[in-house]
């Protein structure tokens, strides 16, 4: 199985933000909670021809059509940008099927296409679109006799015009049928505001020219899936802020209820599932526009992740508002209802996850490969000429040398230490380094010493710690953590007694990685006992060949030892080797753990990854229950690097970046997780004894080891109060 790697873009213009900012400000001016309810009464025929005459009068149904065709020229990226922000309105009515219609039609040159455009773009004629099962269409003429029928036609109730599947041969191809030829029952569905109908075809004839060229089964069903799949994302960004807010505000037992982590973990999760489905649907969209040959992949992940997605979201969204979210009254159901009604649009899970396991087996991969501003060039050429001496020095110890005075290897920090590199450069640089083949010094540890003394140290220290550590000269270890103060870092016990000169330090520190063989240490101590909780402490760089340090080893359960517990017995700290102000050490360490948050939400080569799980599938015959899982992991994958790449572009445009690094430690590590899982299960009794060069070598080390990824660097419950606090605002405990 070879592995197809293709570039993807992502994000979004100035023009899609303003698109949106317009359509939520009418959706919410127009699409009046009262407008919504009237949808949901026998007599409201009146009140949604009024509502669909307004959505129709936007032009945003010409959105997806190129302006030769009448319609924007937007593309299917700015139709999703419009849906999202319609589909947190759950707009009642044909909008999106006619949508959904509009954009297959403007996707092929037939004639039917060309003479229905103008009266679906303007509104004049409402349309629906199914998926299937086809219709069986045979031969007669100059046409196609169409026999059959198809239920859950979402809109089709109130369409005037359907774009129905029929089988034609060996192939699946859609047809134009006009409403009158065909029977249409109205059938009681799940979405009462959008509605659904039973399609049947009895001998109705259909001239050839009706049927739709140019556009295969595959392409019909991802251009459907982004339209439903934008409004599902919009459902979800509105079940996602509703419950974050009554988390907020609703109080129980004293407090809100968004202070208990049940909740708040909830909550985090909802938020998590709405930035996957986000990212992927953005992705689909822009790679359908490009006509990327990996378009429909990037749909078909787009189909497994956000249709499943959206319903959890929905039923999260009424959990968390309790006994009122189960209300008529409350609007959490028609939310429910219209993500259910999406899901059933597209088809049932398995088939969705089968086609990307299929595809994937196929070798067919989406590389997360950012396309960079023109300004690149430039910045490129200036990389390239400062590498080259640094490239062509043979000798490795002098390449160290050399990567490290010319600012190399932390480019971000300012000169020298570092470049002063912004995000692009960073970016540049990387690319030029892994280009040209350079191995870069293993920092480890030091590579967050090196943050906090350069932003907070005095000259002495940079130059004595920090240039030496850049050149990969000395081994650091951080200590920090304590058996009382793991995640609750700031409830240290460690103390500092000023003496002359400069400190006395004792206390106990643990999971300190590396400690054994460390120069230094980062070390933080309370010397302030009296101030509260985050003030009161000290940062110090401590040389670990001071007396009175034991380093005690801790077996893990991996057999090695890589954490260390490290006992302090009146070290002696002068006060040179204080980093910042005496008692500001919280700030300075903040330095530290930011960095620390950054570097660990991407996926680490040491740990299980795709490129585990593709050379396990390679040549291997998997089950059904195995290639369903293999799926859903591919998927998964995907999203964690397009989530990774939005990191990437928020840090381009200068945003904080924090929170979508604790969203993708959180998901990277859990993937590695279950990426190993997948393995030493599929092997059975050979997934539990190590065979040298077999699978179970190496993913038997990788599962055990593993579970230290989501505890370490703040564990997955830190992450997710992290991600509940930031994201969504929800009170802190």
Known sequence: MARNTYELGLGLSEEHVALADSVRAFAERTVTRERTRAGLESDATAEAAQLWSAVAEQGLLGLAVPEEQGGHGAGLLGLAVALEALGRSVV????????????????????????????????????????????????????????????????????????????????????VVDRADVTVTVQDAID????????????????????????????????????????????????????????????????????????????????????????????????????????????????????????????????????????????????????????????????????????????VVRRSELELPAEAAEIRAIVRADLAPVAAIADEDEQLIALGDGGWVQPHLPKPYGRGAGPLE????????????????????????????????????????????????????QLFSEPGAGSDLAALTTRAEKVDGGWRISGQKIWTTVAQFADWAMLIARTDPSAPKHEGITYFVLDMATPGITVRPLREMTGSALFNEVFLDGVFVPDENVVGAVNDGWHVARTTLAGERVALSQKLEAYASDDDLFAFVRGRELGPVSRYRFGELVVESQAIDLIGARLVLKQLSGADVSTTASVGKLLGMGLGQSISEFVVAELGPAGVVAVPGQPSDKAMEQLIAGRATTIYGGTTEVQLNVIAERMLGLPRD
Request: charged content about 20%; proline content about 4%; aromatic content about 6%.
């Open 92 to 175: 009642p009515g044909p909008f999106t099927p006619t949508a959904a219609a509009v954009a297959v039609l403007a996707a092929t040159d037939s004639k039917a296409g060309i003479e229905l455009l103008p009266e679906l773009i303007d509104g004049s004629r409402t349309a629906a679109i199914t998926l299937g099962p086809p219709l069986h269409a045979e031969r007669t003429g100059s046409g196609y006799r169409l026999a059959g029928a198809v239920d859950a036609v979402a809109g089709g109730g109130a369409a005037d015009v359907l774009v129905l599947p029929a089988t034609l041969g060996d192939t699946v191809r859609w047809v």
């Open 426 to 477: 960073q970016i540049v640089i990387a690319q030029e380094i892994k280009a040209a083949g350079i191995a870069m010094p293993q920092l480890l540890m030091g590579g967050w010493a090196v943050q906090a003394v350069v932003a907070h140290g005095t000259d002495r220290q940079k130059q004595e710690l920090a240039v030496p550590t850049l050149r990969g000269d000395l081994v650091w270890c």
């Open 192 to 363: 009462p505001l959008r509605g659904a109908a039973r399609v049947e075809a009895a001998e109705t004839v259909v001239d050839a020219d009706r049927v739709l060229d140019g556009l295969d089964e595959r392409r019909v069903r991802s251009i459907v899936t982004v339209i439903f799949g934008a409004e599902a994302v919009g459902v979800m960004s509105w079940c996602v802020s509703t419950a974050a807010e009554y988390a907020k505000t609703r109080v129980q037992f004293g407090r809100p209820i968004g202070q208990f982590q049940a909740v708040k973990h909830k909550c985090a999760h909802m938020g998590i599932e709405l930035e996957k489905a986000r990212a992927v649907v953005w992705d689909a969209a822009s790679a359908l526009d490009e006509e990327h040959e990996t378009a429909d992949f990037a749909a078909e992940v787009a189909a497994v992740l956000v249709p499943d997605a959206a319903v959890r979201v929905a039923q999260d969204c009424i959990q968390v508002h309790g006994g009122i979210g189960f209300t008529w009254e409350h609007d959490a159901h028609l939310y429910y209802r219209r993500a259910l009604a999406v899901r059933g649009v597209l088809g049932t899970r398995e088939e969705r996850v089968d086609r990307v396991a299929g595809h994937a087996l196929a070798g």
